[in-house]
């Protein structure tokens, strides 16, 4: 069964390695180039599901990005979804991100860049597995 | 100096007491003794002469015993005059021990003279006298008037000189006491010119340390406040230096993602390696890029940006550069050019091209989609080419407008829209105006922004002051 994964990297490179690796995987993937593309694509399949379940199993979002940063696009996504799985993926040190942390919550996680792709779909695929046995 | 002033008038003030004090001394010891013995020798003398005159009345009176006791008068009055004149002598020779100036000295020697001059007439005196009581023992009775007159003769050259020798040590003491009040009135005028310069110099040192600490109160003020200034500069600096390591690594890691992406990927064959090490030498010259900006920032600090002028065709350089975007253009973007007729500048054509490409990534990456345009005037009186590039993006944000161009002016990455590096504007105002020229931005009136630039035409031999004449 595959997971339905909303990624936004301005990196354009990044954004097709994530499609490339997560589809080989039989996920489905929607890449964002930058923070505003991101929301939109969120809401363009919130509105398309009808559903109470959250649109995506899991939003990947790059820190730094153009229009809106990655912060912004979560707490955008946090209000229409307060439950929604977030991992940030940021090349900054974890020092930079202690003040973000602190409207963070527990469905949200930072990797830290460079990581490998595959080390990425295991994380997702894993914690995924976990939240449905419970 | 005002300290050894003071000592010097308490010392000579303590000296001059103390030569008063000695001459006190020397007048209390001297005068009233030898005034007081001249004074008795002279009342002795007289009573002397009243127990002669006496022996002789009561000689003629024939009364022997009168004549005896007048007689034993006259010896015991001898002897006490004698006793007394020895007395002075023996006072006057003491005071040679005080240590006495010249002139008082000379006076008292001339006192002893003269009282030696007395004590030679007493004795002739007595001897005359004793000659006539001889002559009376003996029953000789004539020829005596003479003696007799002779011996009144002399006592009223004893009185007489005794009184002059009283008045020589009144004027002694006169004279002593006019020298203490001399040296007084000498010490006191010495003292007052001492202390009273003493206090003009410590008036006019006052006044100057006065000068000088207010000088230095200023000083101190001032360098404060400058200190405090560039602590404030330091601190702000220390803020941006830790932003530019955050910026720096986040610049440098953010290439380096996608090149062990490519790497993971074209290993398990998921693409294939050509579309690999296209991809990775990309990061890789994205890598350069970041790590050429942080050279040119550091050289630009450090005030070593220097230009390699050359001749170069403008309009050529813009196409070279516009073309090579056209070719990775999104199809909702595109780049219009408006170019005068080509000409040909004299400028560092690395950097200006450096300045045009971040002008167009800046463009590029606001806007989602229309125009850019990209315009180049050149105007040959004035000397100058002006480069336009507009975007019709979202426009620059009011807060950061004023600071455009300023180091690490963007969002930082702890606010919201953060964007860039924050060094390619301000890499591009210091290579433009390194060239003697001038950039500016601003909002479109409907949407977008515009950079513009100008640079010389022709290499300005003083750029920077050509810069500084524009802006002012």
Known sequence: MGLHILAADDNEFAGLQYKKVFEKHQHDITVAKDGEACVEAYKKRLEETHSDANPFNVVLLDFVMPKKNGVRVAKEILELRPHQKIIFVSAFGNGILDDAAVFLKDDVEIIQKPFSLEFLVNKIESGYALKNMR | MIIMMLGLALFLNAFTTYTITNQMN????????????????????????????????????????????????????????????KKIHDLADTFLNYGLNDDTIKDLTVMSANLNEIESIHLEYTQKANQIFYAYDNGQTNDLTSVVTAVKAQHNQISLKTILLNDEVQKLTDSLNAGVEESKQKSFTLQMIIIVSTGIMSLALGYFLNLINKDLVHEVIKKTRSLQKANRKLERMNVLKDDFINIASHELKSPLHPIYGFVELARNGDIGSEEAFAGISKQARQLEEVANRILDMSRIDNGILHLSYEKFNLNDSLMEIISSYRLNLDKKIKIETRLEKGIDIEADRVRIGQVIRNLINNALKFTEKGDVEVTMQHNIQKNFVEVTISDCGSGIHPDILPNLFNKFITKGPKTESWNGNGLGLYLSREIINAHGGHIFAYNNKDVGATFKFTIPIMRHLNAKELHQKIMN
């Not at chain 2, 005159?53 to 015991?76: A, G, P, R, V």
């Open chain 2, 26 to 85: 020397v007048l209390s010891d001297l005068n009233m003794p030898v005034g007081q013995g001249i004074t008795r020798a002279y009342a002795i003398q007289q009573m002397q002469e009243h127990s002669f005159e006496d022996t002789i009345t009561y000689q003629k009176l024939s009364s022997q015993k009168n004549y005896e006791i007048s007689k034993i008068q006259f010896e015991s009055y001898d002897n006490e005059w004698n006793y007394e004149v």
